[in-house]
């Protein structure tokens, strides 16, 4: 008899929000995810890759004469 591993379920479950914790705290929270069986961390650590690229994209601004900015 094979076993599955566990899904996450987000629908029923709490959600945390990452965005009090570093970069670096991050980093060693999916490294801890990655040293699990990929079938049982592989969703977790796409999602929070996500949601990391997601916050880290360059936004543009717009100077206080009306110009607006894209960044490099």
């Given amino acids: 008899m094979q076993q599955t591993a566990p899904q996450a379920n987000t ?10 914790l570093s970069i670096d705290e991050v980093n060693v929270i999916i490294m801890g995810l990655v040293k699990l069986p990929y079938e049982t961390s592989a969703q977790v650590v796409d999602k929070v890759r996500m949601q990391a690229s997601a916050q880290l994209q360059p936004t543009q601004t717009t100077r206080p004469d009306g110009i607006t900015v894209n960044p490099q």
Avoid at 13 to 18: A, S
């Fill in 11 to 20: 629908q029923t479950q709490p959600t945390i929000n990452l965005t009090e």
